[in-house]
Nanobody
Framework: QVQLVESGGGLVQPGGSLRLSCAAS????????MAWFRQAPGKERVFVSA????????YYTASVKGRFTISRDNATNTVYLQMNSLKPDDTAVYYC???????????????WGQGTQVTVSS
């Protein structure tokens, strides 16, 4: 059984930065694609970013491209989301997800974390 635990969320001012981490317990190897999703209050959960098992391919939704960077460390089973130039519209609960095989942009993932709150406000 795989468990994903997110951390690193919090309150930050507009223009600030946060780095989210997703620690996987159990065997998350390079065979698993990893992704971040977010859910704002009153809205559906949506795709933010994904990274292939090897880390060689990364994907971003248009609204975060150039501001967010996804990375992974397969030696420690950890995925990161570096978020810069944060905006109030980035406020949401951020979820980490894992999927055996290729990443997808839908919510079709095998494992999910419990989420971490990110609030961007002055």
């Amino acid at each position: 059984q795989v468990q994903l635990v997110e951390s690193g969320g919090g309150l930050v001012q507009p223009g600030g930065s946060l780095r989210l981490s997703c620690a996987a317990s159990g065997r998350i190897s390079s065979s698993y694609g990893m992704a971040w999703f977010r859910q704002a209050p009153g809205k559906e959960r949506v795709f933010v970013s994904a990274i292939s098992g090897s880390g060689s391919s990364t994907y971003y939704t248009a609204s975060v491209k150039g501001r967010f960077t996804i990375s992974r460390d397969n030696a420690t089973n950890t995925v990161y989301l570096q978020m810069n130039s944060l905006k109030p519209d980035d406020t949401a609960v951020y979820y980490c997800a894992a999927r055996f095989g290729q990443v997808v942009f839908s919510g079709n993932y095998d494992y999910w974390g419990q989420g971490t709150q990110v609030t961007v406000s002055s």
